[in-house]
């Protein structure tokens, strides 16, 4: 055992789950490696709030390395070369491009070490950047074939499984409440991948230290805020707080020194003037980041880019605090129960394949603003099964005061103050209850606020209002067009139908293969017959809902058929 590839799957479910997932890491890795593990730190509760995943995550990052093993290696040779530089203490292997191993070291002083001990690239007809990061390339002057290669099974790929093959997966449970939590399973970021986005991230804070070296590189957004699918964008946030946020005690009288610095007119300005210089840095700096854009004219500036190592499309913003603050909230309302995480993979997942929401970013609903509807629904059970986000703040302490820009984002960080209410719904019915709240919401007239967790009345003219949790004056979905909205609702609408009529796993006739295997509960949602045969709500208008009900009903069939075929 020690000496395959670890590239392990651990998922994160429920209440306190990021803690435990992480000491499964470390017993697996333990056993495995043998060093010195660090016990996790259980806070109260059972729970870690995100800062504190961050900081160790942070801390982790910055002791590891990133390795492309393009040259045939043998594992255990790999490990025996890199040990001679430190103990290590965690690695795994991941398939990106080319093979690539993540190494995190017992501390940060094997990495200089390593540095010491590795080569500058000779060659003859191109001109190098001499600029050393932590991605490195592992060389074999012996080119034999050397056992001990990672074999097809270990040489896991950080991504999602096709929609097909979900599918197919999904339909061999035996209830909803399975289903959906298997689709959890399959979609989440793998512990791997969380580590792999934390140290991307500290890579590029290598490259922003050249100027700032109290700066940090933080993930937010889906890569940490329990939401995130395999595959999802890494939205990262340059954190220039430690350089001015830290405000010396001016003295009541006499000397004292301060610097000085350029002034600019507006935040905005100086957050552009330093994302430039950055992307630049970053295009031309930056080993396997490819295809950088500055977009600095957006309303959030950031930079866009491929980070080729790892895969990741990733987005650089700075001074982007009220977003951070969405992370967190985010996370603690995934953490509170563990059917929101199920429920809003699964909304992401079927929307996903709808067309509802897009990688792309236009007029059509964003995964977002699609979580926060899904929050919404959740507070408007009976009993809710997550609280307001105004009583998340009655329940702040003094520790927990936040003022962003004069937005109130404060809200209580301790998990052990939050009492939950007994609701005893099962996934399915939350799923079902879901597509019916939102097929007939009156969305004309209303407005979704988690603030409040009640519908109010909508402040301006948009198809779909969902109000800014922080920025209140705001509509997080002001992008979305009627005719996306017309779509959600259709979708909605022919989704709580068809779960009803396929609410019950098909009777197995004992044959193995895939004969046996016909998609029911949730698979019949994420059907591409389904895709295709639904149309915009103006057209259904004019198709009585039994025509409507046949058509369904026929391609269901269809599928099937196909399925029992192959
Ligand atoms: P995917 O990338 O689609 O998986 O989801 P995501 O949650 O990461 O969304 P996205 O990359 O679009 O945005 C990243 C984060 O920025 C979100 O999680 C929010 O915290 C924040 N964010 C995005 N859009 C808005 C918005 O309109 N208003 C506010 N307040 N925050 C937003
Ligand atoms: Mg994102």
Not at 124 to 144: A, G, I, Q, T
Not at 378 to 402: F, M, N, V, Y
Not at 413 to 425: A, C, R, V
Request: proline share 4%; net charge positive; glycine share 6%.
């Amino acid at each position: 055992m020690a000496s395959s590839f670890t590239v392990c799957r651990l998922h994160t479910i429920g209440r306190g789950s990021l803690v435990k997932c992480l000491q499964k890491v470390d017993t697996f890795l333990h056993r495995n490696i043998g060093t010195n593990v660090v016990a996790v730190q259980e806070e109260k509760n059972g729970f870690k709030s995100l800062n504190a995943v961050q900081a160790e995550r942070q801390e982790q990052a910055e002791r590891s390395v990133l390795i492309s093993c393009r040259s045939r290696t043998n594992e255990k040779k790999f490990l025996k070369y890199i040990a001679n530089y430190g103990d290590i203490q965690k690695y795994f292997f991941y398939e990106s491009y080319g093979m690539y191993a993540v190494v995190e070291f017992a501390n940060k002083e094997s990495v200089a070490s390593l540095f010491e001990g590795t080569a500058i690239p000779s060659i003859s007809h191109e001109s190098l950047v001499p600029f050393k990061s932590r991605l490195l390339s592992m060389r074999n002057l012996d080119s034999v074939d050397l056992p001990n290669q990672p074999s097809g099974k270990k040489r896991q790929a950080q991504t999602s499984i096709p929609i097909n093959e979900l599918i197919q997966r999904l339909s061999k449970e035996e209830s909803i409440d399975q289903q959906i939590t298997s689709l959890t399973e399959a979609y989440q970021l793998t512990e791997e991948n969380c580590r792999l986005r934390f140290l991307v991230c500290s890579l590029l804070k290598d490259i922003a230290a050249g100027f700032f070296p109290e700066c940090t590189i933080k993930p937010f957004g889906s890569s940490v805020n329990g939401f995130g699918k395999l595959g999802c964008d890494l939205d990262m946030f340059l954190d220039l707080d430690g350089i001015s946020g830290k405000k010396a005690t001016m003295p009541k009288s006499g000397l004292f020194l301060e610097y000085q610095m350029k002034r600019a007119n507006l935040e905005r300005i100086v957050t552009q003037n330093i994302l430039s210089v950055i992307g630049e840095c970053v295009d031309q700096f930056g080993p396997g980041c490819m295809g950088v854009q500055k977009i600095l004219n957006a309303r959030c500036p950031l930079v866009r880019f491929a980070h080729q190592p790892s895969g990741f499309q990733c987005d650089l913003t700075a001074n982007n605090r009220v977003a951070m603050k969405s992370t967190e909230l985010l996370y603690l309302y995934g953490e509170l129960d563990p059917r929101v995480r199920h429920l809003v993979f699964t909304v992401r997942c079927w929307a996903r394949a709808h067309g509802i929401t897009s990688s792309t970013a236009g007029a059509w609903i964003s995964n977002f603003s699609l979580t926060v509807m899904v929050l919404f629904f959740l507070q408007r059970r009976s009993p809710p099964i997550i609280p307001t986000l105004d009583h998340l703040r009655d329940l702040a302490g003094p520790e927990d005061k936040s003022m962003i820009e004069d937005n109130d984002c404060t809200f209580v960080s301790d998990f052990s103050k939050i009492q939950l209410e007994s609701n005893t719904e099962t996934l399915e019915q939350l799923l079902c209850e879901f597509f019916e709240f939102y097929a007939s919401f009156s969305f004309r007239t209303l407005s979704i606020n988690i603030r409040k967790g009640k519908e109010q009345n909508k402040p301006e003219v948009a198809p779909l209002h969902i109000q800014n949790p922080f920025e209140t004056t705001l509509n997080v979905s002001k992008n979305v067009n009627a005719s996306q909205l017309d779509r959600f609702v259709a979708v909605c609408q022919e989704s709580s139908w068809l779960i009803q009529q396929n609410n019950t796993a098909p009777s197995r006739d004992g044959t193995k293969g895939k004969a046996n295997i016909t998609p029911w509960g949730v698979s019949t949602l994420l059907l591409p017959s389904q895709v295709a045969g639904i149309k915009s709500r103006k057209r259904r208008i004019f198709e009585s809902s039994s025509d409507r009900i046949k058509s369904l009903l026929e391609s269901l069939k269809n599928t099937n058929n196909q399925q029992n075929q192959s």
